[in-house]
């Protein structure tokens, strides 16, 4: 009965063309008070001894009990946002993310920052499900470069948020070339340096041509998986089978240049012998 008095009552608010701030409080406050009574009876009867939840069970109860007290918490004090603020009962772990795009504003699911080197190979540098500044990554990813290969790289292809002045001190430290315009008023470019941003623009596709191929081809877009570790082990899967992929090119590129070069050279020993026996 009072499921469905709740429904009637989101009904209620959902079809009215006009939703003013009292309607919406005080539509809020009757879902709450459903809410509370249902968990009250969840509560007395998980005080009978022959009443048992399975683990999934217990979990979700505990994750409806923390999404009240959030919601509570937000109605009392009149606020719209709270600290980790959960936005699915199955998925407690994902947060809101705010991208400002104008399909869609507000983004849910892992946000990521993937790097690629000069042999195309792709790589995971940071995974979160809370909202983070993507400009943070840059020196622990030119970090983990030098770590991997014993020297800094001559350039790094970014975006335009990368390009603050901390990332740029420290990429100037280091004789580490940043592409994109300078900070501050903008200059009169040269012939040479239009040329080089051209050059650094059509090399930076690579980057982004590595996401749309991640989401397309190898499952990044379609993760459909639940669970925290599930989720960011599939993610990680993506970009490993992308990286196979284009080891697989290479090699076989390779392979079939051996076998065209080795087919030249013995299609010129008949002459060079022919010739010597001439001679």
């Not at 608010?13 to 009876?41: E, M, N, P, S, W």
């Not at 022959?50 to 919601?71: A, G, S, W, Y």
């Not at 623009?201 to 690579?206: A, F, G, K, M, S």
Request: aromatic share 8%; proline share 3%.
């Amino acid at each position: 009965m009072y499921r469905d008095n709740a429904r009637k009552d989101y009904l209620s608010l959902a079809k009215c063309r006009k939703r003013t701030t009292k309607k919406i409080r005080q539509a809020i406050k009757k879902q709450l008070q459903y809410v509370r009574r249902d968990l009250g009876y969840i509560e007395l009867l998980l005080e009978q001894d022959d009443v048992k939840l399975t683990k999934k069970q217990l979990r979700r109860i505990r994750v409806i009990n923390e999404l009240f007290e959030q919601q509570e918490y937000m109605y009392k004090n009149k606020v719209h946002s709270v600290k980790d603020r959960i936005c699915s009962i199955s998925q407690p772990y994902i947060r809101p993310i705010l991208r400002g795009k104008a399909k869609s504003p507000t983004e849910f699911g892992a946000k990521l920052d993937m790097s690629i080197d000069e042999n195309g190979i792709a790589r995971l540098e940071k995974l979160s499900f809370d909202a983070y500044n993507e400009s943070d990554v840059l020196i622990s990813s030119i970090i983990n470069y030098h770590q991997r290969t014993g020297h800094y790289p001559e350039r790094v292809l970014v975006d335009q948020i990368y390009r603050n002045r901390n990332n740029l001190a420290y990429c100037k430290a280091h004789n580490i070339r940043v592409s994109g315009p300078a900070l501050g008023r903008p200059r009169q470019l040269t012939k040479e340096e239009k040329q080089q941003a051209y050059s650094d623009n059509v090399d930076r596709i690579e980057v982004e041509r590595g996401f749309s191929l991640a989401k397309r081809c190898y499952g990044l877009g379609l993760i459909r998986t639940k669970l925290d570790t599930t989720t960011r082990s599939s993610i990680a899967l993506s970009i490993i089978a992308m990286n196979v992929d284009r080891l697989t090119d290479v090699h076989i590129f390779l392979f079939l240049i051996s076998i065209f070069s080795r087919y030249k050279r013995q299609q010129k020993l008949p002459e060079i012998s022919t010739i010597n026996s001439f001679a």
